[in-house]
């Protein structure tokens, strides 16, 4: 990738990498694929796909997305090693444009406890891997692991050297989310001075937030010269996450008087982008986020409404359009046709195939069969929803759920889930209350052993017909799950969510079934609780 110009600085996103790594924020291939195109869609210049050596999904995901996103450079983190580094060239090979991504941690902490190599070592692996991958991209990135720890004379030494081996793009990772925006700024100005060559090359900025200056860290190191950060949407990430992109792309564009720079992306995707990876991996964005926060650009205070309307730069430093938020009152029924509905989807700042549209569709119809209004955030809970998963190995038939209050009684759900081979299972249990009961005969029918972990509902839209989101998290083989569901009665939306994490686990780890449905069980050992469905 050639280097910008002095005036622009590149968004490398790194969601479906460093984001997807946190707990709870795992994603599936087709998941990947779409956060990918919404973040081609908003102008990201990089998109960091994953790790190509983590594992085997790690690796399909990463060639998926190289084949099938078009405009910006992908890219696939790589140790330095042979084998990682082969592993992320395979991964890139259907990309038009690429980046091999290595790093090694330069700290003293990291060198001795992690590593258990000498500086000169760590300098040695560092140019051979960058070495190497020069020889499958032209494209390198080289990261120097726990950099705001390291040595600065140690850290001139490392990026002297992956310069000299052929890096393009030099970051300086705050890895633990120690480091202040001054010390930030005078690391990179340093390397600015010392390092020969640095000219040439990209300097980057990969900053966590573990003391809440992400952002403000990532912004200094634009102001002292970096021209690339690296960040995710919603900041999502290792512990506290990384550097937030709606906050530092807003900032750069806010406060453009004062950085002087500018960035690609088109501002109007980042709300769209928020609540479809929010939907995704089941989390809420807190309603004070900045930029994409519910409240982000509400008003409440008498003081303020009367300013803003006086005039609305007396509160309000960027407009609610800018980031894609669009107020409406207009809301679809269903009498509303496809027309209106994919208007309405275009509006919202979403981007969906013909293909998407039409299950979208069918999903709005039942949603307007059941709901007299449909509104935007109904619409946005639709398009976050598992559209595209056609691989669905298990389907909710019925469930029945009972709650209860006063001595003796207990609450109590069953179910019927059909799995691939089309038999339907049946299964009942009780619990605490109608969720827990329910959970437990959805897992006992699937044969799943889970833990839940957090559940949290609430409500999408206004009106008594509101549409209730439920998301829940499970921990099964040791792995947390995230699921979501969304439907107007909220044990619904529950098993919706539940049966996500289900079907997800199912794909991941094969047919899941229990042996009595299994094509191959015999008549005679079938479990009663299994019936054909015809
Ligand atoms: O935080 C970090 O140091 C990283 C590097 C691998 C870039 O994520
Ligand atoms: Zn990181």
């Given at each position: 990738?050639s ?5 622009r600085v590149?968004?490398?996103?790194t ?7 946190s ?8 998941q990947?694929?779409?956060?990918a ?17 983590a594992?085997p999904r ?10 099938a996103?078009?405009g910006?450079?992908?890219c696939s983190l ?6 990682d580094?082969a592993q992320?060239?395979?991964?890139l090979a259907?990309?038009?444009?690429k980046r ?5 941690a ?7 406890h ?9 300098v040695e692996?560092?140019v051979a891997g ?10 390198v990135e080289?990261s ?8 600065p ?12 081996a052929?890096?393009?793009?030099v ?10 925006p ?7 100005a340093l390397?600015?001075?010392r390092?020969?060559g ?6 980057s ?28 949407i ?9 550097c ?7 900032a750069?564009?806010?406060r ?15 709300y769209?982008?928020s ?7 089941g ?7 900045a930029?994409?926060g519910?409240?982000a650009?509400?008003?409440?205070a008498?003081i ?7 005039n609305?730069?007396?509160?309000e ?12 009152t ?7 046709g496809?027309?209106a ?5 275009g509006?919202?700042?979403f981007?969906v195939?013909d ?22 955030a109904?619409i946005e ?7 595209g998963?056609t ?5 909710l038939?019925?469930?029945h ?6 001595e003796?009684?207990i609450p109590?759900?069953a179910?019927a889930?059909?799995?691939?081979d ?8 009780t619990?605490?209350?109608p ?25 999408v839209?206004?009106?008594e ?5 439920a ?6 083989d040791?792995?947390?799950q995230?699921g979501?569901g ?15 994490i ?22 005679g ?9 015809g």
């Amino acid at each position: 990738m050639s280097a910008p110009g002095q005036d622009r600085v590149l968004i490398f996103d790194t969601t479906l990498r460093d984001g997807e790594q946190s707990p709870g924020c795992s994603m599936t291939v087709a998941q990947k694929l779409r956060v990918a195109r919404t973040l081609a869609e908003m102008g990201v210049d990089i998109i960091e796909a994953g790790f190509a050596a983590a594992s085997p999904r790690d690796l399909e995901a990463i060639e998926e997305v190289a084949r099938a996103v078009e405009g910006p450079t992908i890219c696939s983190l790589a140790r330095c090693h042979e084998a990682d580094i082969a592993q992320a060239a395979r991964a890139l090979a259907p990309a038009r444009k690429k980046r091999l991504h290595v790093f090694i941690a330069t700290s003293p902490i990291h060198r001795e406890h992690k590593l258990g190599l000498s500086p000169d070592q760590v300098v040695e692996r560092a140019v051979a891997g960058v070495r190497l991958a020069r020889e499958f991209c032209r494209d390198v990135e080289f990261s120097a692991e726990d950099a705001m720890r390291t040595e600065p004379a140690f850290l001139v030494d490392v990026i002297s050297a992956v310069i000299e081996a052929g890096a393009t793009t030099v970051n300086i990772p705050d890895t633990v989310g120690y480091t202040t925006p001054a010390e930030m700024a005078a690391r990179v100005a340093l390397l600015r001075s010392r390092v020969p060559g640095i000219d040439q090359v990209v300097i980057s900025a990969h900053c966590h937030d573990d003391l809440g200056m992400a952002v403000a860290n990532s912004l200094a190191a634009v102001h002292a010269g970096a021209r690339q950060v690296e960040c995710t949407i919603n900041g999502i990430g290792e512990r506290a996450g990384n550097c937030a992109l709606e906050e530092v792309v807003m900032a750069l564009k806010t406060r453009a008087d004062h950085f002087g720079v500018e960035t690609a992306i088109d501002t109007r995707g980042l709300y769209p982008a928020s609540r479809q990876l929010a939907a995704i991996i089941g989390s809420f964005v807190p309603a004070n986020k900045a930029i994409v926060g519910d409240n982000a650009f509400a008003h409440e205070a008498g003081i303020h409404q009367h300013g803003m309307l006086a005039n609305r730069e007396t509160y309000e430093i960027m407009r609610p359009e800018e980031v894609g938020i669009h107020r409406s009152t207009l809301v679809l029924g269903k009498h509303s046709g496809r027309h209106a509905l994919a208007e309405r989807v275009g509006q919202l700042g979403f981007t969906v195939t013909d293909v998407e549209l039409e299950q979208l569709f069918v999903r709005f119809k039942h949603l307007a069969d059941r709901k007299r209004q449909v509104f935007d955030a109904d619409i946005e809970a639709l398009l976050a929803g598992e559209a595209g998963e056609t691989d669905m190995p298990w389907r909710l038939q019925s469930l029945h759920t009972t709650s209860s209050l006063g001595e003796g009684q207990i609450p109590s759900a069953a179910v019927a889930l059909m799995g691939a081979d089309g038999r339907s299972v049946r299964e009942a249990a009780t619990g605490d209350g109608p969720v827990d009961a329910l959970l437990k005969a959805m897992a006992r029918a699937t044969a799943i052993d889970f833990e839940l972990v957090s559940m949290r509902v609430r409500s999408v839209s206004e009106g008594e017909d509101a549409q209730g989101e439920a998301e829940l998290t499970a921990r099964i083989d040791g792995v947390l799950q995230a699921g979501r569901g969304v439907d107007t009665d909220i044990v619904a939306a529950c098993a919706q969510a539940f049966l996500e994490i289900i079907n997800r686990v199912s794909r991941q780890q094969g047919s899941r079934a229990p042996a009595w449905v299994q094509p191959a069980a015999t008549p005679g050992h079938a479990s009663p609780r299994a019936s054909a469905s015809g």
